[in-house]
């Protein structure tokens, strides 16, 4: 399997600055126009995508009031879901909207479908790549749906265990799909940091040879800055205009600054890991001098025999290296030397 994949034409995985994504989900609030608004700000932020979720109500569950579909608690506690997907969903109607602002806006734009008229609509959209959703990615008639378009996959491992993740993989892989990321992710909303596992980030990749990102839930940036570090290539946050302005998501996602900042945390990261190959950096060409060497430090005739009250091992870092001391101590001198001159071999007789 590959270890990096292409959407949109931008290159995701090892060996590529980490892709952010910005996630809407129910951040619009109902309003096409703070929808809008919240495309424009994510692509200020520097995010690399939008992502959306596609379903309706009646596509994600029954309109039923009985206690398997009430939520108990969390921080959608209270609603039916028939009731929190009905105030969460984005519209049909308004995907084609979105699509083309974000492509006037140049920013990648795709999303998570939750059945297959959702496929339909995203492929008559020619969406990009595909989000699975941590809760989905148990469905595996719907991954293979997805696969078979043969697009990027793009899948959250929430809940699952390896024996789930690899089920999913294979899925996906049997049926057509050669571009696959996983998402280390934690389903709790928002998530405890202290319970984030970031380790998973390179076990999953070392098990599954596959680039490995992260769906971060906690609060703040410090999980996905660490995550970078520990090889996630991709980083998705939920995105809000604003948290005062509540809504089902607000509470764990991230405003525009905060993403803005998320984001060049996250390029230093990267860059900071450099190659781990056993070269010296540039940036310390220049301290070398003040490394330590031997000097003279009396000044001495042609023919003198050096003992160790002539020569020190100081900073600069001009002279022979400190390891030479004792090679130089009973050696004779073949010029006259002042003191502060830095050693050289061609100062003494063979």
């Known amino acids: 399997m590959k270890k990096v994949v292409e959407i949109a034409g931008r290159k995701v995985g090892e060996g590529f600055p980490p892709y952010l994504i910005a996630e809407l989900s129910a951040?619009?609030?109902?309003?096409?126009?703070?929808?809008?608004?919240?495309?424009?700000?994510?692509?200020?932020a520097g995010a690399h995508a939008i992502k959306l979720q596609t379903y309706t109500a009646d596509t994600m569950t029954l309109d039923c009031d009985l206690p398997d579909f009430r939520i108990h608690s969390g921080p959608w506690a209270g609603y039916t879901l028939h009731a929190l997907y009905e105030e969460a969903h984005t519209p049909y109607e308004w995907h084609r909207i979105l699509f083309d602002?974000?492509?006037?806006?140049?920013?990648?734009?795709?999303?998570?479908?939750?059945?297959e008229s959702a496929i339909e609509l995203l492929e008559r959209l020619d969406t990009p790549a595909y989000k699975i959703?941590?809760?989905?990615?148990?469905?595996?008639?719907?991954?293979?749906?997805?696969?078979?378009?043969?697009?990027?996959?793009?899948?959250?491992?929430?809940?699952?265990?390896?024996?789930?993740?690899?089920?999913?993989?294979?899925?996906?892989?049997?049926?057509?799909?050669?571009?696959?990321?996983?998402l280390h992710c934690v389903s709790s909303y928002p998530a405890p940091i202290e319970q984030a596992n970031l380790r998973m980030i390179p076990a999953l990749a070392s098990r599954?040879?596959?680039?490995?990102?992260?769906?971060?839930?906690?609060l703040g940036s410090t999980a996905a800055v660490?995550?970078?570090?520990?090889?996630?290539?991709?980083?998705?946050?939920?995105?809000?205009?604003?948290?005062?302005?509540?809504?089902p998501d607000s509470e764990f996602s991230m405003e525009p600054e905060e993403f803005r900042r998320l984001g060049e945390e996250a390029l230093a990261a990267?860059?900071?890991?450099?190659?781990?190959?056993?070269?010296?950096?540039k940036a310390e060409s220049g301290s070398k001098t003040f490394r330590r060497s031997i000097y003279f430090v009396r000044d001495l005739p042609?023919?003198?025999?050096?003992?160790?009250?002539?020569?020190?091992?100081?900073?600069?870092?001009?002279?022979l290296a400190p390891k030479h001391f004792e090679s130089l101590l009973g050696r004779r001198l073949k010029v006259a030397v002042k003191r502060g001159m830095a050693t050289r071999w061609e100062m003494f007789d063979d």
Request: with cysteine.
């Open 101 to 115: 602002h974000a492509r006037r806006l140049g920013i990648t734009i795709f999303s998570t479908p939750f059945d």
């Open 270 to 281: 990267w860059q900071a890991l450099g190659s781990g190959d056993f070269v010296r950096p």
């Open 302 to 319: 042609a023919g003198a025999i050096v003992g160790p009250e002539d020569i020190r091992r100081i900073r600069p870092g001009y002279g």
């Open 27 to 44: 951040n619009h609030n109902g309003s096409i126009e703070r929808a809008l608004a919240t495309l424009e700000a994510a692509q200020r």
């Open 208 to 218: 599954f040879n596959v680039p490995v990102g992260l769906s971060d839930h906690t």
């Open 133 to 182: 959703a941590s809760f989905e990615n148990t469905d595996l008639p719907l991954i293979r749906a997805v696969a078979r378009t043969g697009k990027p996959i793009i899948l959250s491992t929430g809940m699952a265990s390896a024996e789930e993740i690899a089920e999913a993989l294979d899925t996906a892989r049997s049926n057509g799909c050669r571009e696959i990321v996983l």
């Open 226 to 247: 660490a995550a970078v570090a520990l090889g996630a290539c991709v980083i998705e946050k939920h995105f809000t205009l604003s948290r005062k302005e509540k809504g």
